[in-house]
């Protein structure tokens, strides 16, 4: 079974940019589809981006896209998600999921597997 940490949030001014890193233990993540979700409290966890375990598909939430990139490192077992021109309402805590299917999955309840989550402030 798969382990999930993230880390790599902070404080950051508007129009910033933070480099989140995911890294997988217990299993080999190329075993694995990847996501990114948000949340803040009050509200849903929110999909931000998601990569496949084959061929390195991707997808994006509107609200991200051009923005984030999702991204893989299979021999380092580790997913990252690089934030620019980061906005007040990027503010949430991060999490990493991962699952077994394939293609891209951007819905929460499709992840089994969950890291703690790292907290990204976007404030002036």
């Known amino acids: 079974q798969v382990q999930l940490v993230e880390s790599g949030g902070g404080l950051v001014q508007p129009g910033g940019s933070l480099n989140l890193s995911c890294v997988a233990s217990g299993a080999n993540l190329d075993d694995y589809g990847l996501g990114w979700f948000r949340q803040v409290p009050g509200k849903e966890r929110e999909f931000v981006a998601a990569i496949a375990r084959e061929r390195g598909h991707t997808f994006y939430a509107d609200s991200v896209k051009g923005r984030f990139t999702i991204s893989r490192d299979n021999a380092k077992n580790t997913c990252y998600l690089q934030m620019h021109s980061l906005k007040f309402e990027d503010t949430a805590v991060y999490y990493c999921?991962?699952?077994?299917?394939?293609?891209?999955?951007?819905?929460?309840?499709?992840?089994?597997?969950w890291g703690q989550g790292t907290q990204v402030t976007v404030a002036s």
């Open positions: 999921g991962a699952h077994t299917g394939w293609g891209v999955m951007a819905q929460g309840p499709w992840y089994p597997y």
